[in-house]
């Protein structure tokens, strides 16, 4: 047993999580439940009450985090500590935001001025696209930003400028490519002219074989449709981490937006890797949208356990993870806007918790990192919402809404408020056998249908979930959502003493990726490997089943 399972604290959570009544009856038994259980922070309000939790779940849980450290791990990542040990690097993306009057110290060197160079080299780059001054070969002004890049280096720009689309204001359009099937980037060059695109190819390591290969098609395109070598300066832009490689690249010098080892993928849409929303909502918004996520860093350094809203989020999703065998957790966005945050919440908490081994290397005897799914509420109603209210497995979920919109339009917007506080009650309270048997009492069915139909509408509820609500979707609102979820994620990993910060796991993939593909191209059949990869390569190049 790891010193994580042995701990007192941890055996009495076991113990208390089969103690806990019903939801209906925590809420029957405290008209205060709603008001004690609730947070407001950073222009959003938590609403936790719908969890299987007593005063003492917190207490219980507080003193599990405690005892991890997580006061102390937070102040490390904050102060620049080298916490991400299998990299050997600092993390510190919250430096991104931080504001110009702070000093930040990552391997012995102040890195705000940095942070706020490359800011300034933002604002100049995004001016000059967005006011035309920046032309392309011909002369003409940029009307379409091409964002090439996968991971970390996709997700956040895509989600957030589609988050952020009432903020669009300078008129450009913005295309992301990042599957390196040709099918992707095909779709996108059959739009554009070469006149007028900028490609930005985004990679923090500039060695992802995706962002490789689509940015040489980009660059194939751009020179067979009449653009020159020299030309190409006018059209390619980069972001990353390794500035040598990106200038053999090709890209030119004064083109590249540097990243740094302290910023993980996963974690980087707050520097220059944002660069494509910047160019959609100006950097005034952008700039919006850093002072949100700081403003939740603020909270998440200093406000007191209890009270601070990524370590109840963190701590409720370690319970039903932990105590209630909880395999995954769902995020239902109501608001069309955010649609796209549950594919982003995947990449950050299933990237940075799904490990299994501890920080000194021992394998855990608890889960960690739970599957993250989610989608578009009310649209989830109609698909998967059947199975969180009847199905076997508990699933957790997270309900965010803006409560204004920013297209009111006759009774949209009640309906689906209404949705979204009906589901979460529907989750918490369920349905009886006898409530069942009451709506069918006047039904002309035989009392032994009614018992038989009651049974399958029996909703056993007790299903948790937060609700988390802000007045609009603005950038700074949507820089602290992110953040909120960005510090729910390392709560966890704190308490599993495992490294959230790097993934080794991606790497064995992607190794056989290139060896398959070195056999791919050769004229013998793959006869090396097992029988299956054999075949399917083999299947692969006859081009035919
Ligand atoms: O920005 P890069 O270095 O191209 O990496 C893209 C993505 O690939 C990963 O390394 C996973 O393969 C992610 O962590 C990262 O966000």
């Known amino acids: 047993m ?13 113990a208390h999580s089969q103690q806990i009544p019903h939801m209906r009856e925590l809420f029957a038994g405290d008209p205060a439940r709603f008001s004690n259980m609730s947070l407001s922070t950073c222009g959003l309000f938590l609403d936790y009450s719908k969890n299987r939790a007593t005063p003492e779940t917190l207490n219980l849980l507080l003193t599990l985090a405690q005892e991890a450290k997580l006061d102390a791990k937070i102040k490390a ?16 993306h919250t430096a991104l935001r931080s504001t110009a009057q702070q000093s930040i110290i990552a391997e012995g060197q102040d890195i705000v001025p940095e942070v706020q160079q490359t800011l300034n080299k933002m604002q100049q780059f995004v001016t000059s696209v967005t006011s035309g001054q920046w032309k392309g070969y011909t002369g003409k002004a940029i009307t379409d930003i091409v964002s090439i890049g996968i ?93 040598a490689k990106a200038t053999d690249f090709g890209i030119d010098a004064d083109n590249i937006f540097p990243m740094w080892d302290w910023v993980g993928g996963r974690y980087s849409l707050w520097s220059a890797i944002g660069l494509p929303i910047a160019l959609l ?12 996520a ?41 608001d069309h806007y955010l649609r796209g945050l549950p594919a982003y919440f995947q990449q950050l908490d299933m990237e940075s918790n799904g490990k299994s081994v501890t920080l000194n290397g021992t394998h855990v005897d608890y889960s ?78 035989s009392d032994e249908e009614k018992l038989l139909i009651a049974k399958h509408k029996v909703m056993p509820g007790n299903k948790p979930s937060n609700t988390l609500l802000m007045d609009k979707l603005t950038p700074e609102t949507l820089g602290a959502l992110i953040a909120l979820y960005e510090h729910r994620t390392f709560v ?30 050769t004229e013998q059949d ?20």
């Not at 701990?7 to 959570?13: E, H, P, V």
């Not at 952020?164 to 554009?192: M, Q």
Request: hydrophobic share 40%.
């Open 294 to 334: 700081h403003q939740m860093d603020t909270h998440f350094a200093n406000a007191p356990l209890a009270e601070n809203m990524p370590v109840i989020m963190g701590l409720f999703s370690l319970w039903y993870g932990n105590f209630f065998n909880a395999q995954s957790h769902v995020v239902l966005t109501y």
């Open 77 to 92: 990542m904050f102060a620049g500590d080298i916490i991400n040990t299998t990299e050997k690097r600092a993390v510190l």
């Open 2 to 14: 790891t010193i994580l399972t042995q701990s007192t604290t941890w055996q009495a959570l076991a």
């Open 526 to 545: 793959a006869t090396a490997l097992d029988a299956s990869s054999n075949g399917l390569i083999n299947l692969y190049r006859q081009g035919k089943i």
């Open 492 to 521: 966890q990993g704190a308490i599993w003493d495992i490294n959230s910060f790097d993934q080794w796991g991606v790497e064995l993939g992607k190794t056989l990726g290139n060896d398959v593909l070195a056999r791919i191209g």
């Open 151 to 243: 991971g970390g280096s996709f997700l956040g720009p895509k989600i957030v400028s589609q988050a952020l689309r009432p903020y669009w204001i300078t008129g450009l359009n913005c295309h992301f490519v990042a599957n390196v099937d040709g099918t992707s980037i095909s779709e996108k060059l059959k739009l554009l002219d070469p006149e007028t695109t900028l490609f930005i190819m985004s990679s923090k390591s500039f060695g992802t074989q995706e962002t490789l290969t689509n940015t040489l098609t980009a660059k194939a395109w751009f020179l067979a449709k009449g653009g020159s070598q020299s030309d190409v300066a006018k059209h390619f832009v980069a972001v990353t981490s390794n500035v």
């Open 281 to 292: 909502i100006g950097m005034d918004n952008f700039r919006s949208l850093l002072k949100g």
């Open 368 to 445: 960690t990192g739970p599957v993250i799914w989610g989608g578009e509420g009310t649209n989830g109603q109609h698909a998967y919402h059947q199975l969180l209210h009847q199905g076997t497995a508990l699933i957790p979920a997270d309900f965010i809404m803006p409560l204004q919109s920013h297209n009111p339009i006759g009774e949209h917007h009640d309906q689906l408020a209404s949705n979204c506080f009906g589901q979460t009650q529907a989750l918490m309270q369920g349905r009886t056998l006898d409530e069942a048997l009451a709506e069918l009492s006047k039904s002309s069915l």
